[in-house]
């Protein structure tokens, strides 16, 4: 049986956003690249799967749609210890043709177990892996925040409102996680990045899709007044404040 | 034509994101000249589906009563087989955990366009084009969908439930025949009556300079004062001082509450992401420096232990009087 856990890269959580070509463009000047934080943990979770599963698991492949710029990402991941990756050579342009892209992935490469993340903190589609179970028909399960490999099934945990869930399910799945899936990623040791250079990364050419969507200008926030500070002897004034003048509380 | 609206229900009734879905698709159908149709997958009483007329929907189509769980293939089926019998041109989701699952499921059966955390109507209709977040909270994009059929997923909050009106919905029986997945409920833990942290309007939330989990007793007092949801920043969580659920920010949950009060939460770039959309925010820290400040409204510039417990004995006073 094989795993596969699909990658996106983006840029570094303490990235300070900014736009170009007239707010039409993300501005990449300056900006470190890291895999996706949920497909980080994805990965340390099947890599640990993997290796309780007594054999059963033979390889964890990783999978990127990304230009050439994203193998460094990739080695990374391959570096943390997947044993092969893929990377469509492909812009990652809308959600639609990056899933249309990995369904060719799993189909060509018979993975039986498919992780993504919840989404990807760049453009927040939330929309790859739940697009991907759709094309494939997989049984699959959202916001898994825990599974485990039993036998031939599946065991999983998943959020609900204002609690969680355990459920067992059939091969082939596809599990969209998030938090709780793996606590602290694993980070590559030397010798992982050793080997992560000659480790296998097939490069294929896309499928012919189009998109759906497109981002076509982008904007910052407002940013929000000055803050109206309180001494900490001035906790009665700021109440006073929030009830009578704000009408918040 | 119509606007199609999955009409999520928590045990049997309809949540807050439902409603404010319904407002949003209410403005949407009148802008585009056509109707509301909801679909309610599970057990719901008839009287409560009625209610959906008083926030626009012409029509409730009543679907499958008999799952258990979120069956993402299956709920997307009927789903599906509804936007064909209504001709729906939009669909629409709330952007909750189990809105958000369903949606891509849905738009990947119709090859329809996607846009998720939608934060406001659309700017144009034709083409679509609307404003989402992107970069989690730090910033939004506007996007256009180039399909005929269009599935968007609105942001909790984001655009406030609409004040009821006396319309009355029709209901009508929809069964689907959609095969239940492979996939079987072992357990549910679950506690009720509690406000969900993305519904809450009203958040209190604790990082580190709690110190540890004994100290959450104060956040949890001064939340139920309030009404508000708890919660927390990363590194709480993954103490175990507090459940991953509460989790806010960047790789936690995204909300945007009325009120968001930060106890002890330095203010970091990852967790401001998760708070960025909220109406107001007030900090509580000892440091006059901390980040916290710079996104906050109000603050308070001190010690939790001795700032807690008077905020919570004075909003007592004013509650009282
Ligand atoms: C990939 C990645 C993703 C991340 N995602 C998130 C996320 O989603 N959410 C998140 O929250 N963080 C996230 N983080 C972590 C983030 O960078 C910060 O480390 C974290 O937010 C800090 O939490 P904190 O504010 O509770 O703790 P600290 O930064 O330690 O701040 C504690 C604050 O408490 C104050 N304090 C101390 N004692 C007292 C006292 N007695 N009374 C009052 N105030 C006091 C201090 O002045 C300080 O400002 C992420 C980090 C990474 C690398």
């Keep these: ?108 490469g018979g993975f039986e177990i498919v992780m993504t993340g919840r989404d990807s903190a760049d453009y927040n589609g939330a929309s790859v892996g739940g697009m991907l179970a759709a094309l494939l028909d997989y049984n699959t399960l959202s916001s898994v925040s825990s599974m485990a490999l039993d036998g031939g099934k599946i065991i999983a945990g998943r959020e609900i409102d204002g609690g969680t869930e355990t459920l067992e399910a059939e091969l082939p799945f596809l599990a969209v996680v998030q938090k709780g899936i793996a606590i602290e990623p694993r980070i590559p040791a030397m010798r992982g990045i050793m080997m992560a250079r000659t480790k296998p990364l097939q490069v294929v050419p896309p499928v012919d899709t189009g998109c759906l969507t497109e981002n076509v200008e982008f904007e910052l926030p407002k940013s929000r007044g000055a803050c109206r500070k309180f001494a900490a002897d001035e906790v009665k004034a700021l109440v006073d404040v929030l009830h009578n003048e704000a009408k918040l509380i | 034509m119509s606007v199609l609206v999955y009409a999520e229900n928590r045990d049997g009734l309809f949540r807050k994101a439902t409603l404010e879905l319904l407002s949003y698709a209410a403005e949407m159908a009148k802008a585009m000249n056509t109707h509301v149709v909801a679909i309610a997958i599970g057990c719901v009483q008839t009287d409560e589906l009625v209610k959906l007329g008083q926030y626009g929907a012409v029509k409730v189509l009543k679907s499958n009563p008999d799952f258990n769980i979120l069956d993402i293939k299956a709920f997307a089926k009927i789903i599906v087989a509804a936007v064909e019998k209504e001709q729906a041109t939009v669909i629409l989701f709330p952007g909750s955990i189990n809105g958000s699952a369903l949606a891509p499921a849905v ?81 549910v833990k679950k506690q009720t009556g509690k406000v969900l942290l993305t519904d809450a309007e009203i958040v209190v939330s604790g990082g580190r300079g709690l110190k540890g989990p004994e100290n959450f007793g104060l956040i949890e007092e001064l939340a139920e004062l309030l009404g508000a949801a708890t919660g927390c920043s990363r590194p709480v969580s993954d103490e175990g001082w507090r459940p991953h659920s509460e989790h806010v920010g960047q790789t936690g949950k995204i909300i945007a509450p009325v009120l968001y009060i930060a106890c002890g939460i330095s203010g970091a770039i990852q967790h401001v992401g998760g708070i960025s959309s909220s109406k107001h925010i007030v900090a509580v820290n000892n440091d006059k420096d901390a980040p916290i400040f710079d996104v906050a409204d109000y603050g308070i510039v001190g010690d939790f232990k001795t700032v807690l417990p008077e905020m919570i004995a004075a909003i007592r006073e004013v509650k009282a009087k």
């Excluded at chain 1, 007594?54 to 990304?66: D, H, K, L, M, S």
């Excluded at chain 2, 404003?131 to 969908?145: D, I, Q």
């Design chain 1, 1 to 108: 049986m094989k795993i596969l856990v699909c990658i996106s890269e983006v840029p570094d959580t303490t990235t300070k956003i900014r736009f170009t070509d007239g707010n039409k463009a993300l501005d990449t000047a300056g900006i470190q690249w890291i895999i996706n934080p949920w497909d980080e943990l994805a990965l340390t979770r099947a890599l640990e799967i993997k290796e309780a599963s007594g054999g059963a698991v033979e390889a964890v492949t990783v999978a990127t749609v990304g230009a050439a710029q994203a193998e460094p990402t990739i080695r990374k991941a391959l570096a943390v210890g997947a044993d092969n990756a893929i990377r469509v050579d492909a812009p990652a342009t809308d959600a639609w043709y990056v899933a249309v892209q990995l369904a060719e992935v799993v189909k060509s």
């Design chain 2, 107 to 187: 738009a990947a059966r119709l090859k329809a366009g996607l846009v998720t955390g939608v934060v406001a109507l659309p700017t144009s209709f034709d083409p679509l084009v609307v404003k989402k977040m992107v970069f989690t909270g730090k910033a939004f994009a506007a996007t256009k969908v180039t399909t005929p059929v269009k599935v968007l997923t609105l942001s909790q909050n984001s655009f406030g439930v609409a004040e009821p009106g006396t319309g009355a919905a029709v209901v009508e029986e929809f069964g689907v025949e959609a095969a239940k997945s492979a996939i079987s409920l072992v357990e």
